[in-house]
Nanobody
Framework: QVQLVESGGGLVQAGGSLRLSCAASGRTFSNYVLGWFRQAPGKEREFVTTISYSGATYYADSVKGRFTISRDNAKNTVYLQMNSLKPEDTAVYYC???????????????WGQGTQVTVTS
């Protein structure tokens, strides 16, 4: 079992940047694939990005070139650097841990509580 706690959300103007962090505790962090998902009001949770054990990264088309996922296994932390933010990026952002490099939320058994990101125009 692994516990995940996100931080770093907030209010930012369009074009700005935020960095989200997700600290993990529990079993060996490096054994997990880590992902970020988001959910806007009235919408389903959607895939944002994921990073494999080896550091390979995958992004949703909507964030490619603007967001960067990274992991620091020594600190048991995964990061999401978000640049050039748009109002449509407004959502609750969740980090998740699992064992498969997939974009499907149900394949990730462990989730954080979420952090709100609001982008104003």
């Amino acid at each position: 079992q692994v516990q995940l706690v996100e931080s770093g959300g907030g209010l930012v103007q369009a074009g700005g940047s935020l960095r989200l962090s997700c600290a993990a505790s529990g079993r060996t962090f490096s054994n997990y694939v880590l992902g970020w998902f988001r959910q806007a009001p009235g919408k389903e949770r959607e895939f944002v990005t994921t990073i494999s054990y080896s550091g390979a990264t995958y992004y949703a088309d909507s964030v490619k070139g603007r967001f960067t996922i990274s992991r620091d296994n020594a600190k048991n932390t995964v990061y999401l650097q978000m640049n050039s933010l748009k109002p449509e990026d407004t959502a609750v952002y969740y980090c998740a841990a699992g064992w498969a490099v997939v974009r499907t939320s149900r394949e990730y058994p462990y989730w954080g509580q979420g952090t709100q990101v609001t982008v104003t125009s």
